[in-house]
């Protein structure tokens, strides 16, 4: 008997899984974020320099949909737009962001490095020391209120959140924000201090979401999280990110387990069970049209990339709206 019990239970479980995993919606409720296609890193670092008001500027007019930032607690307690916690890459000053008050942040350097390009910069040398400012949070959320802003935050400091939150809530923009981090503890911390603001998964929860996807769980089971942004490993494999002047850790990584973790992680059939669940997928940071091309070809939701012009010119040659 439990030679002919055992196969038709894991043959009713793989029916089941198979069939919610098409039909999620019979089992949960879709989630209300609008999803976008074309996403400025940092506000388009190759274009721009990273995490400023002028270059937030540029992407929102060129047609951006999402701005893409970090943030930081300074020594005075202010949420500032930035992803290094050294300055020294930004403005060539060993300073750390948390030792000096916002008011007293130096300039960018004139030429930043783009940490997704290695060995490449941007080059402002043209611009005055008024476009190389820091900005904050708070002036983000208030010069851009038709866009939606993604905040990665950078350390685990319940200050920061809590003013993060503070920040979001007073301009009114649950619903146009996601945060997050790599980090579990913190992304959790964010979920806790406000569940109606988009979640995007930490590194721990997107390997529980393979893990549940494999085992074919994954259809039964609701999320709390509103974005998929994960990486599209495979460029790392290129010998750029491999150099000395990449500080980007994927790329010393061997690429036989890249190329395993790519396929993993971009499973168009994942890709496309959480999209019907409303969770759209955001690869990062694609700069080029072959990129671009292979991301929406597994079945992508929408590309961060440091050139945004450069995405907008290709979703022009697809005849696809941006």
């Known amino acids: ?118 060995g490449e910069y941007y080059d402002g040398s043209h611009t005055d020391a008024e476009d190389r400012k820091f900005t904050t949070l708070d002036e983000v959320l ?56 988009g979640l995007f998964f930490s590194a721990g929860r997107l390997l529980q979401l393979v893990l549940l996807f494999y085992t074919g769980i994954l259809p039964f089971v609701p999320l709390k999280e509103t974005h998929l942004e994960v990486p599209m490993l495979s460029i790392f494999c290129s010998d750029k990110f491999s150099s000395d002047a990449s500080n980007i850790s994927f790329g010393k990584l061997p690429n036989i387990v890249l190329k395993i973790c790519h396929v993993l992680l971009l499973r168009p059939s994942l890709l496309k069970h959480l999209k019907d669940r409303g969770i759209p997928t955001y690869v990062w940071v694609l700069n080029s049209d072959s990129e671009f091309e292979a991301a929406l070809d597994l079945g992508a939701t929408g590309i961060m990339t440091d050139y945004p012009s450069r995405l907008k010119a290709f979703y022009a040659k697809q005849n696809q709206s941006y």
């Not at 981090?181 to 201090?193: A, G």
């Open 1 to 118: 008997m439990i030679e002919l019990i055992v196969p038709a239970a894991l043959g009713g479980y793989g029916f089941l899984s198979y069939f919610f995993l098409k039909n999620p919606l019979l089992l949960h409720t879709k989630k209300s974020f609008a999803h976008v296609k074309l996403i400025a890193h940092r506000g388009g670092a190759g274009e721009g320099f990273e995490n400023t008001l002028n270059n937030f500027r540029r992407a929102v007019d060129i047609g951006c949909d999402m701005l893409e930032t970090d943030v930081r607690m300074s020594k005075d307690g202010k949420a500032v737009v930035i992803h290094d916690r050294s300055l020294y890459r930004l403005t060539g000053q060993v300073l750390n962001i948390e030792d000096v008050k916002f008011c007293d942040l130096p300039p960018l350097k004139s030429k930043v490095s783009i940490d997704f390009e290695p």
């Open 142 to 197: 208030r010069k851009f209120r038709n866009t939606q802003i993604n905040i990665d935050v950078k350390e685990y400091n319940p200050s920061l959140i809590q003013e993060v939150n503070r920040i979001i809530c007073e301009n009114q923009a649950q619903d146009r924000c996601v945060w997050g981090s790599f980090s579990d503890k913190t992304t959790q911390l964010c979920y806790r201090t406000n569940s109606d603001i």
